[in-house]
């Protein structure tokens, strides 16, 4: 199966190929920028074109605290309205909140702007023609509004990203759901076996799982729409677990241990708690209840069902079901990345 078309390995924080698209990105006008917001990290594609992706989370600051920020590579420094703001691994390490813990459409007037750059050799105004962004529902009228505030054409905004000041103006901002890239992208490039069947996309992100199949025309199934917590729940159950299993006297952190699941190694901590026996028993039944919703919402449409593309940062934990359907459940290269690159191919 043709997995890996056109898909770039990345360092998990910042691509160093640059992404072919159909757009240029020269002079003032950058016509067109894709950016995930997601719940665990924030993706972008810069204004080289190259994949950005740090850590979702956000820490405001107050004018003391922020005289005493030091440049961090997977943050980025937000000043906007007289508000300060930092983004990414460092507002991880100051104690910030975690995108997943609120809604990353109400917060995404703050993250985008990670995204909002001029272009290089030109002075601080950018003119964005359109901003795709990312979302769970795009029927959902409040999570729609919140994002298409960020357009504000004719007008323009002044903020300050890392120390330089920027002035831009958003034309249009095209809310798209989460998986009907992937579908497109997938459907494009060969990743179906049975493109003139019905097919399907399952997204596992930390705040939820959204599973989901399409017509060969492109046309969402509705009453087949599956849609799960994401690993944010199993954080929890883990964090529950590991605190009474080791006497905690405090509640372990949901972000370290979802940390520490994508790196592989299940230690928590500067005392590298080892939880991999809560994982694998959390994990398995996660996997289950997961399968056994999808299996029930599904069944009639199983017959006709072609592929089923995994994607997001947790895929991973689609792992048995892939291995049990013969890899009719299947995950590509980077996962993660996938829906993002998807976004940048749509027309």
Same mark, same amino acid.
């Given at each position: 199966?043709?997995? #890996? ?30 950016? &995930?917001?997601? %719940? ?18 956000? $820490? ?6 922020? $005289? ?6 997977? #943050?980025?420094?937000?000043?906007? &309205? ?10 991880? *390490?100051?104690?910030? *909140? ?23 050799? @030109?002075? %601080? ?36 990203? %890392? ?13 798209? &759901? ?6 497109? /992208?997938?459907? $494009?490039?060969? @990743?179906?076996? @049975? ?7 399952? &997204? ?9 199949? /399409?017509?060969?025309?492109? =046309? ?30 405090? #509640? ?22 080892? +939880? ?6 959390? =994990? ?29 940062? #947790? ?13 009719? +459940? ?18």
């Amino acid at each position: 199966m043709n997995t #890996s078309a056109h898909m770039q390995p990345q360092n998990g924080y910042q691509g160093n190929k640059v992404i072919d698209l159909q757009y240029p990105q020269a002079g003032q006008t950058r016509p067109r920028i894709v950016f &995930d917001g997601g %719940n665990r990290f924030i993706k972008w594609l810069d204004e080289a074109n190259k994949l950005r992706c740090i850590p979702s989370c956000v $820490k405001e600051l107050t004018e003391y605290q922020w $005289k005493r920020l030091k440049y961090d590579p997977q #943050s980025v420094f937000i000043e906007i &309205d007289g508000r300060r703001f930092v983004i990414g691994k460092l507002a991880q *390490e100051l104690g910030g *909140e975690p995108t997943f813990q609120k809604s990353k459409c109400e917060l995404a007037e703050i993250l985008v702007l990670v995204a909002i750059k001029p272009n290089p050799s @030109f002075n %601080n105004y950018v003119r964005v023609e359109r901003l795709a962004i990312a979302l769970p529902n795009s029927l959902n009228d409040d999570d729609v509004a919140a994002v298409r505030r960020i357009a504000n054409h004719p007008l323009t905004r002044e903020f300050v990203r %890392n120390g330089h000041e920027i002035t831009y103006t958003v034309c249009h901002v095209e809310p798209i &759901d989460e998986t009907y890239p992937a579908f497109l /992208y997938a459907q $494009k490039q060969g @990743f179906y076996q @049975f493109p003139t069947a019905k097919n399907a996309v399952w &997204d596992i992100g930390g705040g939820t799982s959204i599973a989901r199949i /399409y017509t060969p025309n492109g =046309t969402l199934i509705h009453d087949a729409e599956v849609i799960l917590p994401g690993t944010k729940q199993l954080a929890q159950q883990i964090a529950s677990e590991l605190k009474e299993v080791y006497n905690l006297d405090y #509640s372990p952190g949901l972000p370290e241990i979802m940390d520490a699941i994508e790196r592989r190694d299940y230690l928590y901590g500067i005392d590298s708690l080892d +939880f991999w026996e809560i994982y694998d028993r959390s =994990t398995s039944s996660w996997v289950e209840a997961a399968r056994s919703e999808i299996r029930s919402k599904w069944t009639s449409h199983m017959p006709q069902l072609g592929h089923v593309l995994v994607i997001g940062g #947790s895929a991973e934990l689609a792992r048995p079901i892939c291995e049990a359907t013969g890899d009719r +459940f299947f995950i590509p290269e980077q996962p993660q990345f996938f829906n993002l690159i998807a976004m940048a191919h749509m027309d």
